[in-house]
């Protein structure tokens, strides 16, 4: 499978705030938690997304 | 401790036109502002009467209830004490504002000619005068019963006063303040339907039934008091001056960039590629993800109103 690199560029405020919602189990890293956003945000917003989630 | 459920009424009296009354209420008693005759605007001041440095933040309820705080809302102080100072535990009416500034004489001498008029700020500063506050200490008003609104183009507009004669609001003292209502004085505006009317004062002991109409509010360490700040004194003259021994203490300074690494799979591009296109997120994968996760964990995670854009 193909992956692609994203740089986001974060300042230490922002990531503290990604830290601490994966203490709180809402993920098990940095990066896991914002492809999880990306998923979620994107089956609300795009068609192709939201079909995905379709049996 | 318990109280009962009767009310007893500790203070009533009624407020003219063209005049206020400074009230000083203790926590747990209860200040109801009542038509008398209707479609009476009533402005408002409010400080912690212990320090008066702490008083009431149009920007701050606003920020939390909107333009138009009703019951079960609260009269935030300003930042950085940022307090519930006082719970609105009744409102019959559902009219209120703190879009508007309180009315001045600046106001009615420039759009009027009227170079000496009735008007809410000279009001509240007399009115607060018996408390030794000075007219640089009135602050932006809490607009009871003021029924305004935004039109599409997204100015503020006053619309006509619907409140009855019976009509009231009565609002909780969850500290000890110093509350300032006042008749507002703007008789040639659409706020009071051209007609100053009094209103009816009335200062209850808040009883268990009152107490109960009232969320509890956030209790945070932001909530600061003037121990945790650095310069404790109030400024007692008029001039500013630099403090040599100054230095900047500035809150998680340097603000400090680093670049997260996330690895996308081929759909997932596809996803962003989808959304940059769509012109709202981002003009690089990297601009709409960071869109994307802080809108989604806010949508998600965060406290308060979201005050998201509509779709």
Redesign the interface.
């Known amino acids: ?15 503290e ?1 990604i830290d601490n ?1 994966i203490k709180a189990g ?1 993920s098990g890293s ?2 896991e ?3 999880r ?6 089956a609300a ?2 068609p ?2 939201a079909d ?1 989630k379709k049996p | 401790m318990t109280k009962s459920l009767e009310r007893k009424t500790v203070h009533e009296l009624t407020i003219e036109p063209g005049t206020g009354k400074a009230l000083d209420l203790r926590r747990g008693q209860v200040l109801r502002i009542e038509q008398t005759s209707g479609r009476q605007c009533a402005d408002f001041n409010c400080f912690n009467l212990h320090d008066y440095k702490e008083f009431f933040h149009t920007g701050r309820t606003r920020h939390l209830h909107g333009l138009h705080p009703g019951k079960g809302d609260f009269l935030w102080s300003a930042p950085p004490r940022e307090r519930p100072m006082m719970a609105i535990i009744e409102d019959t009416v559902g009219t209120n504002d703190v879009l508007y500034p309180r009315c001045s004489g600046f106001l009615f001498e420039h759009h009027y000619g009227l170079a000496v008029h009735t008007n809410c700020h000279d009001i509240q500063a007399e009115a607060q005068r018996e408390f030794g506050l000075t007219p640089d200490d009135v602050h932006d008003s809490f607009n009871f019963f003021m029924h305004t609104g935004i039109d599409t183009e997204g100015r503020p507009f006053i619309a006509k006063n619907t409140a009855k004669r019976g009509d009231y609001v009565e609002l909780l003292a969850l500290m000890d303040v110093l509350a300032i209502p006042n008749v507002c004085g703007a008789d040639v505006m659409m706020t009071s339907d051209f007609e100053l009317k009094p209103l009816k004062l009335t200062i209850f002991e808040g009883t268990d039934q009152d107490w109960s109409r009232v969320s509890e509010p956030p209790r945070l360490k932001n909530q600061r008091s003037p121990s945790q700040f650095k310069v404790k004194n109030i400024k007692a003259d008029r001039e500013l001056y630099r403090d040599a021994s100054y230095r900047p203490e500035f809150t998680n300074v340097p603000i400090q960039i680093s670049e997260l690494e996330v690895k996308v799979t081929g759909e997932e591009l596809e996803w962003i590629e989808q959304l940059k296109a769509s012109g709202k997120y981002g003009e690089s994968d990297a601009e709409v993800l960071r869109y994307v996760f802080f809108t989604w964990w806010i949508g998600k995670f965060m406290h308060g109103p979201k005050h998201a854009a509509p779709a």
């Open positions: 499978m193909t992956e692609t690199t994203v740089r986001l560029r974060l300042n230490q405020q922002q990531l705030l919602s809402e940095r990066e938690l914002i492809r956003a990306l998923r979620e945000f994107s917003h795009l192709s997304a995905r």
